[in-house]
């Protein structure tokens, strides 16, 4: 009687452990994305265009690898739904891309992270949903790290600052929050179409965006062949096709809990790269505002 129990259970670690791995191999590749931007040189819409390009191709091919392209095919006719969750996520990486022209990919990164955050206050507006006491607790200390993560309270005088922030700084700041409040509509949004796996409805946020943006690098110029190219080609092939496929794959086989904290892996890549590249340093109160966000984002999501 004890064999079977005993087998299922040694299925499930292998099954999590290798949903651990696809995760944090995804992760950690885009933790590197902000490198990729930075060797580039474009404007934003335009690396969001190769994006969404090599995105979806990347994509098509891993579903043709893994024998899903039949998953891709809508049962139906496009809906508005899949179209807005589109648009949104298209401008969700538009206001990122923008946003490390001003600040350092990690505290971007960072600031990305209140996705969770504002998606709870969301579901309370627009959906109507209660939200439980330490939840609203965890939402106001989350802010809290928020306030302290975007180095501002560093930069006062009275803590020692030679000189103010620039008003570019909270440009910065203002796109990151914009587009994690983008990001979090994308997930209102596709409860509409929960029929649709998230890997099939990524590939069709990236066929939209080509489409959207597809005059952008037409009107605007092409970057210059060669250098340029493999670095935008490499933000749709390897962080959407490849890291998409691998999270997607990853959580298919992780619990919940697990996942709310493997999450906080790619902000942390993010963060050394930046550090290691590019030498953007993080200040004490930042990373102390960094870990309180975390802290409160893990048990919000619990």
Request: aromatic letters at 10%.
């Given at each position: 009687?004890?064999?079977?129990?005993?087998?299922?259970?040694?299925?499930?670690?292998?099954?999590?452990?290798?949903?651990?791995?696809?995760?944090?191999?995804?992760?950690?590749?885009?933790g590197?994305?902000?490198?990729?931007?930075?060797?580039?040189?474009?404007?934003?819409?335009?690396?969001?265009?190769?994006?969404?390009?090599?995105?979806?191709?990347?994509?098509?091919?891993?579903?043709?690898?893994?024998?899903?392209?039949?998953?891709?095919?809508?049962?139906?006719?496009?809906?508005?739904?899949?179209?807005?969750?589109?648009?949104?996520?298209?401008?969700?990486?538009?206001?990122?891309?923008?946003?490390?022209?001003?600040?350092?990919?990690?505290?971007?990164?960072?600031?990305f992270?209140?996705?969770?955050?504002?998606?709870?206050?969301?579901?309370?507006?627009y959906?109507?949903?209660?939200?439980?006491?330490?939840?609203?607790?965890?939402?106001?200390?989350?802010?809290?790290?928020?306030?302290?993560?975007?180095?501002?309270?560093?930069?006062?005088?009275?803590?020692?600052?030679?000189?103010?922030?620039?008003?570019?700084?909270?440009l910065?700041?203002?796109?990151c929050?914009?587009?994690?409040?983008?990001?979090?509509?994308?997930?209102?949004v596709?409860?509409?179409?929960?029929h649709?796996?998230?890997?099939?409805?990524?590939?069709?946020q990236?066929?939209?965006?080509?489409?959207v943006?597809?005059?952008?690098?037409?009107?605007?110029?092409?970057?210059?062949?060669?250098?340029?190219?493999?670095?935008?080609?490499?933000?749709?092939?390897?962080?959407?096709?490849?890291?998409?496929?691998?999270?997607?794959?990853?959580?298919?086989?992780?619990?919940?809990?697990?996942?709310?904290?493997?999450?906080?892996?790619?902000?942390?890549?993010?963060?050394?790269?930046?550090?290691?590249?590019?030498?953007?340093?993080?200040?004490?109160?930042?990373?102390?505002?960094?870990?309180?966000?975390?802290?409160?984002?893990?048990?919000?999501?619990?």
């Open positions: 009687m004890s064999q079977p129990g005993a087998v299922h259970c040694e299925a499930g670690s292998r099954l999590a452990r290798g949903g651990t791995l696809a995760f944090l191999m995804g992760s950690l590749v885009l590197s994305v902000g490198i990729f931007v930075h060797e580039a040189g474009t404007d934003p819409l335009t690396a969001t265009w190769f994006r969404c390009a090599f995105g979806l191709l990347g994509l098509t091919l891993w579903a043709a690898l893994r024998r899903q392209l039949s998953a891709l095919q809508l049962r139906r006719r496009p809906s508005i739904a899949v179209l807005v969750t589109g648009l949104l996520m298209v401008a969700a990486w538009g206001l990122f891309f923008a946003a490390i022209e001003y600040i350092s990919v990690g505290i971007a990164t960072v600031l992270h209140v996705q969770p955050l504002w998606l709870l206050l969301l579901g309370a507006c959906l109507k949903e209660s939200i439980a006491t330490r939840r609203v607790v965890a939402v106001l200390v989350a802010m809290l790290g928020l306030l302290l993560a975007t180095g501002v309270l560093e930069q006062l005088a009275p803590l020692g600052a030679e000189q103010g922030i620039q008003a570019s700084y909270w910065g700041v203002a796109f929050l914009c587009g994690a409040l983008c990001t979090a509509w994308v997930t209102i596709a409860r509409q179409v929960r649709m796996p998230a890997g099939t409805l990524v590939w069709w990236c066929a939209v965006g080509t489409i943006l597809g005059a952008w690098p037409v009107l605007n110029g092409w970057p210059e062949m060669g250098v340029a190219w493999a670095w935008l080609s490499g933000l749709g092939l390897l962080h959407t096709g490849l890291a998409y496929g691998l999270i997607y794959a990853g959580m298919a086989r992780l619990d919940t809990d697990r996942i709310a904290v493997y999450q906080f892996i790619y902000p942390a890549v993010a963060i050394l790269i930046d550090w290691l590249f590019y030498g953007q340093s993080l200040g004490g109160l930042q990373l102390s505002g960094i870990a309180i966000m975390a802290v409160a984002i893990w048990h919000a999501e619990r």
